[in-house]
């Protein structure tokens, strides 16, 4: 099993989430992040006061999902959140030791 | 249901006492199932949870008092030194289907012989084995006298105390003297962790009945608050009168029944949850409120509709039930004296001719007049807004006398009348809106059935239920939470706190919080979210075409003016676009806040907007604000905010022509003379601002000043109070140095300007209008100096009289104001923000004459102001100028020597004792 962390723009999350869906991947944790990589923060002015944002807002999606569906989750992931501008975020894959449903204890893809 | 204190419960039917006694241990089981099945099935068909509460305890205590038989003794009364007690929910036989079976051995002392325990412990484990689930403690009478505040559950269970069996006396003695001793010497102590617990309780529960899926037990208006007054009554008696008695006649008379009523219906359907959860869980999900209402749960012979009328039903007996323990708990609080009623009684001194104030509660003076009288029930409420006051019970009854003789009086009148109420009340209603505490007054308005009254359609969302993932409360109570939110907001804005505010929301809520301060009309953000969500009260997919209805409708009634009438609706039109916008587009995209900007045309709408979409989420659930929504919203607000200053110079209009609705708008205000082409002409090249900042009406009569049949060069000025400032308005073909002149002579009045905006169209005619507070009074006091000052305005203008006589006279005449906070300058030249002017934006310290020594500045160096923006936050000045220098953008040099002449005149103004000395 292989757990795929996906950093995101806010504004990619709904058509990600209906890419997944539409091949079949239902189960997902979502959360609010913030964070930079390369692209940094910059400075803002408000009413004559400087801030500086240097943790942008963004989307974490999670996924685990069975070795043999990987490829097809990141080719989805790539296509749905891509904008072409700097911040569209990155993806990480891991490995998964085990996964239990805790209703059944079913394990394994079953548990997935 | 009143409690017995002294007699084991009543009998099995089909039992005599003599066959239930000789019930073998082996029996149990069997008789118990048996037993069980039939309560339950009675229950099915009477749907009555009070017979079964009292059925399945009369049958528990055939099983402990068997049980007891088989290992304690065989007599029930012949142990003389120990007693077996009921406490809790069992010593009140009101045992549900999964309640826990609360049970006290009690001891005359430590030395008792028979209660060994082991024996105990068989017994215990015997009941167990029967599936009940028992919980037990060992006490000495001596204990019983002690109140332990680390076990107040089992002193406030020991009010329920009811005999099972064993020593007589031994429970004579716990019920007639050590109770009541304890009670005697700790009243205090009791009543006020009872509180405690029940605050701790309802924060819980988010301190509201009205939850979509509500705890029937736990929850502000569930079972537990029965109780709660219960015992507040029962230890009252005990204290005043040293004895039992029915706790339910301590309870107010006037709230009794309403109470017994809400507590039948709460029986009834936690019975009906245990019976289908097969546990203790009370929770009123949406499934079972779908079953209970197919079942009619509760109803007892009245009607429901669906789940969502039966909810209703729900809640109007939670309501009584905590309206009960509330005034239980005030009656309590009022009886201690303390710190917090010292303070109560301070706010006596608020009383006035029509309402006094006792104790943090405000009663009427005198009846309410024949016919009813809305000024003087809006006064009320102000009082509650301003004074974060509670309604009394009479304050109650006179708000439901006034609001019937208002009723009566509105029959007698013609169907036309224009003088019904709430017709027009908008002026009462108000200061009502804006003032600290109006999350309690509207609270209060809405149980009194007022907001039905204002709002036509408030009742459509009054205990709605409306299902979905996110939302906790009902329609009702999430309009009302997200005004509460407002009002946390003004706590935080008022509060001198510099320290940063606790939790991971605490900065987030400062800067919505100088938000708030920020804006004109807090009292339309409050109202625009008073109807936010009136649509999904309506039969329709979605909820934002009734919720305009409501708000178009709503502000007619009320008698907002137009201005204000398109404001709330904007709010309301738009309240979920910011929300969503932080949620699905890229905030940080150029394209997406110009296309956010435009819609939202100024940066105050863009405020308010702001304001509403934070307590609308706030209001959804506790958790649903994150920092991380709160950031997102902040920084997109700071984005648009800072496109609307920055673009000004570049969104021109250009009117399309005479047969444009915003030419056909301003037209309608006009008599049948005014030539559309002409009306067009006039908007053209004025920024886009110029439409949003002002209504059509105010356009039209700068129209008809500015052309005139003759073609002469307009020069037009009027002055008129608004709110706790005055307007000026000019309207004059463009000059140099006008602006500077305009600036230097409300200085020279005296007057502190708080705000500017100076347009021009393509044909060079100006209109500026100037708002301005009179520090001195000068036209408060003397109406006739309105004229005057119009009159000598216009003679500067016309060059008939010197600015600088004028400003001899002013200058160094008062002191400076004393800055309470340090505001650094910052003064930036963007070249980019304007194809063909240089943005000047200026924050500093503000002070009287401010905008005179810098546009003076700005005219001395021959440079043209196209366009000005003036702006003050508590006492910083944020100035915004479009500037040209010959038709062109300032060069770098030119705009380094402004930069340097506006500092050194900064630091002249500061370091001058009367800080206005330096002459321009």
């Known amino acids: 099993m292989k757990k795929v962390e996906a950093i995101i723009q806010t504004s990619r999350l709904t058509p990600v989430k209906d890419a997944l869906q539409e091949i079949g991947i239902d189960g997902m944790t979502v959360s609010e992040v913030r964070g930079h990589g390369r692209q940094k923060g910059h400075t803002e002015i408000y009413r004559g006061n400087e801030y500086t944002v240097d943790l942008l807002p963004k989307i974490k999606i999670e996924i685990v999902l069975p070795d043999d569906r990987l490829e097809q989750v990141l080719d989805t992931l790539l296509q749905a959140a891509k904008t072409g501008k700097i911040g569209d975020g990155k993806i990480f894959v891991y490995n998964v030791e085990e996964a239990i449903r805790i209703r059944n204890e079913e394990r394994g893809d079953l548990a997935l | 249901m009143p409690n017995s204190f002294m007699q ?45 509460v009292l059925a399945r305890t009369a049958l528990v205590d055939v099983l402990v008092q068997q049980t007891f038989r088989e290992f304690l003794s065989r007599d029930l009364l012949a142990p003389r030194n120990f007693c077996l007690v009921a406490v809790g929910g069992y010593g009140r036989q009101e045992l549900f289907p999964h309640s826990d079976v609360d049970l006290l051995f009690l001891s005359s002392d430590n030395r008792s012989p028979s209660l060994k325990r082991d024996t105990v412990s068989a017994m215990l484990q015997a009941l167990w084995d029967l599936r009940l689930r028992i919980g037990h403690s060992n006490r000495t009478l001596a204990d019983c006298y002690q109140f332990q505040p680390d076990q107040f559950e089992f002193t406030i269970s020991l009010l329920d105390a009811r005999y099972l069996a064993g020593g007589w006396e031994v429970f004579e003695n716990l019920r007639q003297r050590a109770i009541p001793h304890l009670v005697a010497r700790e009243r205090q102590a009791i009543v006020a962790r009872l509180e405690d617990f029940t605050v701790r309780r309802h924060q819980k529960h988010g301190g509201t009945i009205f939850h979509l899926e509500p705890n029937v037990k736990d929850a502000p208006g569930g079972l537990r608050d029965v109780q709660v007054a219960r015992w507040l009554s029962q230890i ?183 003088d019904k109420f709430p017709l027009g009340c908008w002026s009462h209603l108000r200061p009502v809106l804006s003032l600290p505490h109006s999350d309690r007054a509207l609270r209060a308005m809405h149980q009194q059935g007022v907001i039905a009254k204002l709002i036509l359609h408030f009742r459509l969302i009054d205990a709605l239920v409306i299902r979905d993932y996110y939302h906790r409360y009902t329609v009702d109570e999430h309009t009302l939470r997200t005004i509460q939110c407002l009002a946390d907001l003004r706590a935080v804005a008022r509060s001198s706190q510099q320290e940063p505010l606790p939790g991971s929301m605490g900065s987030w809520r400062k800067k919505f919080a100088e938000l708030l301060f920020e804006i004109e009309r807090p009292d339309l953000v409050t109202l625009a979210l008073l109807v936010h969500d009136i649509g999904k009260g309506m039969e329709a997919e979605e909820h934002l075409p009734g919720s305009i209805v409501a708000a178009e409708q709503t502000a007619r009634r009320l008698g907002l003016n137009e201005e204000e009438r398109e404001t709330v609706e904007f709010l309301v039109a738009h309240h979920l676009e910011m929300s969503s916008a932080i949620r699905r587009l890229d905030t940080f995209d150029p394209q997406t806040v110009r ?107 700068h129209f008809s000043r500015a052309v005139s049949p003759k073609k002469e060069k307009p020069l037009h000025v009027s002055v008129r109070r608004r709110e706790s400032w005055y307007e000026l308005t000019l309207i004059a073909a463009d000059q140099p140095g006008i602006f500077s002149t305009l600036a230097g002579f409300l200085m020279a009045w005296g007057m502190n300007i708080l705000k500017v905006e100076a347009f021009a169209n393509c044909d060079g005619i100006i209109v500026d209008t100037f708002r301005f507070s009179d520090l001195f009074r000068t036209l408060e006091l003397n109406p006739a100096e309105k004229a005057k000052l119009e009159n000598q305005l216009l003679e500067v203008l016309t060059g008939n009289l010197e600015l600088d006589t004028l400003l001899s006279s002013r200058l160094g005449s008062h002191a400076a104001l004393h800055p309470k906070v340090r505001i650094p300058t910052r003064i930036t030249f963007d070249p980019a923000s304007s194809s063909h002017s240089t943005l000047l934006e200026l924050v500093t310290q503000d002070f009287p004459g401010l905008l005179y020594h810098v546009s003076s500045l700005i005219a001395d160096q021959g440079h043209d102001i196209h366009i000005a923006l003036i702006d003050t936050e508590g006492q910083k000045a944020i100035d915004a100028f479009y500037l040209t220098s010959q038709g062109k953008k300032l060069s770098s040099e030119a705009g380094q020597a402004l930069r340097e002449a506006i500092l050194n005149r900064l630091e002249q103004v500061k370091s001058t004792p009367t800080g206005l000395d330096p002459s321009p």
């Open chain 2, 8 to 52: 084991p419960a009543s009998s099995i039917p089909g039992y005599s006492a003599t066959e239930l006694s000789y019930l073998s241990y082996a029996d149990l089981p069997r008789f118990y199932a048996a037993e069980r099945a039939r309560i339950w099935a009675e229950f099915e068909s009477s749907k009555d949870g009070g017979q079964y």
């Open chain 2, 595 to 701: 296309w956010f900007s435009e819609k939202m045309g100024t940066v105050e709408r863009l405020k308010m907007l702001c304001l509403v979409t934070y307590a609308d989420i706030q209001a959804v659930n506790p958790e649903a604000m994150t920092p991380w929504k709160a950031e997102a919203l902040w920084q997109f607000h700071v984005h648009c905010t800072n496109y609307l200053a920055r673009s000004v110079d570049e969104e021109r209009l250009e009117v399309a022509g005479p047969a444009s609705a915003e030419v056909q708008k301003i037209a309608a205000h006009l008599g049948p003379s005014a030539n559309p082409q002409d009306i067009s002409h006039f908007l053209n090249g004025f920024p886009r601002r110029y439409l949003q900042t002002h209504t059509s009406e105010e356009i039209a009569a």
């Open chain 2, 236 to 418: 009252a008696n005990l204290e005043e009168k040293g004895a039992w008695d029915d706790p339910e006649l301590g309870w107010p008379a006037a709230m009794r029944e309403a109470a017994r009523d809400g507590f039948r219906f709460l029986c009834d359907v936690r019975c009906f949850l245990h019976g289908f959860r097969s546990r203790d869980d009370n929770l009123l999900t949406y499934e079972l409120q779908e079953l209970a209402a197919a079942k009619a749960m509760g109803m007892r012979g009245e009607l429901c509709a669906d789940a969502a009328d039966w909810m209703r039903h729900y809640f109007r007996k939670a309501r009584s039930v905590d309206a009960l323990a509330t005034r239980m708990m005030e009656g309590s609080q009022s009886a201690r004296t303390s710190l917090y009623g010292l303070y109560q009684d301070w706010k006596s001194r608020v009383s006035n001719t029509d309402f006094s104030v006792v104790r943090g509660r405000i009663f009427p003076r005198r009846s309410p007049l024949t016919g009813g009288d809305p000024a003087l029930l809006f006064q009320l409420f102000e009082m509650v807004a301003r004074h974060d006051l509670e309604l009394s019970p009479e304050a109650g009854r006179w708000v439901e006398e006034n609001l019937r003789s208002l009723d009566e009086n509105q029959r007698a009148k013609p169907s036309d009348s224009k």
